[in-house]
């Protein structure tokens, strides 16, 4: 018995065959399934305006949040993360002299347990509620409750103020070895641009 040896330009026909097959599956997953878009992390500051209420002055912000996969990822393996809001008040008193009238900070704390897969956002004095959905967490952060940042006894009436008002990523709240990490990674230099106004009591 003879053995029948194949044909070498029958064999090259098959494989180009199979290569133009290989390469239409390939084009029709990428068309159905396009590349993940990993988005750079960012704040902006939206809206800003302080309204009277009682013996308090509270300022209200609506702000736009985007996380990259790297923040959601370390979030998800139970590092909580920390939002701070920091407010800054000036009058001009004395030509073009700018005064300090006022600044204060307010930090925003937002975890995940990995038992129970819930998320946690906490606003002291203000907010401490668990969410089911990292969205829903980072709504209760966009429009977070108003804040109590003054007595109306600390601010001079018919004054003009020049306000301005900044939301940044907090990384000095972390965990001291993952500080050293994160210092060479744009994603952790999250922070928005100041939002400036101007408001009289």
Do not use: H
Not at 89 to 101: C, G, N, V, Y
Request: overall charge positive; proline content about 4%.
């Amino acid at each position: 018995m003879t053995s029948r040896n194949p044909n070498p330009m029958r064999l090259m026909t098959v494989l180009r065959k199979l290569s133009k097959i290989f390469a239409a599956i390939a084009f029709a997953v990428m068309a159905l399934c396009p590349a993940v878009s990993f988005a750079d992390s960012s704040i902006t500051i939206n809206s800003a305006k302080i309204d009277r209420s009682g013996n308090y002055y509270r300022l209200t912000t609506t702000q736009s949040i985007n996380f990259s996969n790297n923040l959601v990822d370390t979030l998800q393996r139970g590092i909580p993360l920390y939002f701070k809001t920091e407010l800054e008040m000036t009058s001009r008193q004395l030509l073009w002299f700018d005064m300090t009238a006022l600044s204060k900070t307010r930090t925003i704390k937002l975890s995940y347990n990995v038992l129970t897969r819930q998320y946690s956002v906490y606003i002291p004095g203000s907010l401490q509620r668990t969410y089911r959905s990292f969205d829903s967490a980072m709504s209760a952060i966009r429009y977070q409750p108003s804040w109590a940042f003054a007595y109306t006894s600390e601010l001079s009436e018919d004054e003009n103020y020049d306000v301005a008002v900044r939301t940044s990523l907090d990384v000095s709240q972390l965990p001291k070895p993952f500080q050293i990490n994160v210092l060479n990674s744009r994603d952790w230099g999250l922070t928005s641009d100041w939002k400036r106004f101007s408001f009289t009591p």
